[in-house]
């Protein structure tokens, strides 16, 4: 039975999360070192999401941009939702999961909170390991059943 085609937004996030997750290994100092990052992502057939790398009034270029420069408070957000973990401790897969999530859920409020957790499970499933699933969906019930009981973030 084919898989269905993933959703533009999926895609998106998709590639955000593999830029972010690069971008990890590497001293991004400057939007333009940001940009440059992004810009060099590298496409092939193999890759799950081809894409405009020219196109920075993206989705996926919107992601990118947006956690890098609120990876402080994002990770200030997790280390609260994640109270038995230190961030140092979160593999870089589930942490760049959880920061895309976080802001999402926290900075850009376009998407239903639900939608975004789920999203975070399926780039878990795709990059991820079995256990950060569990893991990852932990942390984001708990903030969301927070911000829903806060302001109504996400509430459908």
């Known amino acids: 039975m084919p898989k269905h085609k993933p959703s ?3 895609k ?3 590639l955000a999360f593999q830029v ?4 990890t290994y590497q001293s991004i100092q400057t939007r333009e070192d940001l940009l440059s990052a992004y810009r060099s992502y590298p496409t092939s057939e193999e890759k799950p999401c081809p894409h405009d790398l020219e196109n920075t009034d993206g989705f996926a270029w919107e992601l990118v941009e947006g956690v890098w420069s609120s990876t402080a ?3 200030e957000l997790i280390t609260q939702y994640s109270t038995r973990w230190k961030i140092e401790r979160i593999g870089h897969i589930e942490l ?6 976080f802001y999402e859920l926290f900075f850009r409020h376009d998407t239903p909170a639900k939608v975004v957790i789920n999203e975070a499970i399926e780039l878990d499933t795709h990059f991820g390991e079995e256990a950060g699933k ?6 984001l019930d708990t903030a969301y059943k ?8 996400g509430e459908e």
């Open 20 to 23: 972010l997750y690069g971008i």
């Open 146 to 153: 927070d911000i829903t009981r806060t302001d109504g973030i």
């Open 8 to 10: 533009k937004r999926r």
């Open 96 to 101: 760049t999961i959880l920061r895309l999530a």
């Open 73 to 75: 408070k994002l990770d």
């Open 134 to 139: 569990r893991f990852i969906n932990g942390i």
């Open 12 to 14: 998106a996030r998709m």
